[in-house]
């Protein structure tokens, strides 16, 4: 499936499932990417390549790592999810993720995570 495919399915979940905190919602085809403001501030990125690779991240500021981030772009992660990992805040390493990388089960894991807001605890580990 192509990363503009993955887009236009995830952007309608994305809309219903954060409709309360989305300030501004960007599709941006060309960079196979959607950017999300929230009204607090924090930025949202989905990204998608044709390799069937994905990013999921969370920036809460510009200071270095303050951002959380779930990936499949590499493999060198020594987790049980692997090549899928999670980058909690405040953290270089990888840990187990619970995205699969199916957008259809990722991009509602993701919006609940969000909602949550465990995310923001940069001790917040998956089992």
């Keep these: 499936m192509s990363s503009l495919t993955?887009?236009?399915e995830s952007k309608p979940i994305l809309e219903k499932e954060l409709s309360i905190y989305i300030k501004?919602?960007?599709f941006e085809p060309k960079l196979a990417r959607i950017k999300i403001t929230l009204r607090d501030g924090t930025l949202l990125y989905v990204r998608y390549n044709n390799y069937n690779e994905y990013s999921y991240a969370?920036?809460?500021?510009?200071?270095?790592?303050?951002?959380?981030?779930?990936?499949?772009?590499?493999?060198?992660?020594?987790?049980?999810?692997r090549p899928h990992h999670y980058h909690p805040r405040q953290s270089k390493n990888g840990f187990i993720s619970p995205m699969n990388g199916n957008h259809k089960h990722?991009?509602?894991?993701?919006?609940?995570?969000?909602?949550?807001g465990k995310l923001i605890l940069a001790d917040f580990r998956f089992k």
Excluded: A
């Design 6 to 8: 993955k887009l236009m």
């Design 24 to 26: 501004n919602l960007d």
């Design 58 to 81: 969370i920036i809460y500021s510009k200071l270095e790592l303050d951002r959380v981030r779930f990936d499949n772009y590499d493999d060198q992660w020594n987790v049980v999810t």
């Design 106 to 116: 990722d991009i509602p894991e993701f919006c609940n995570l969000i909602k949550s």
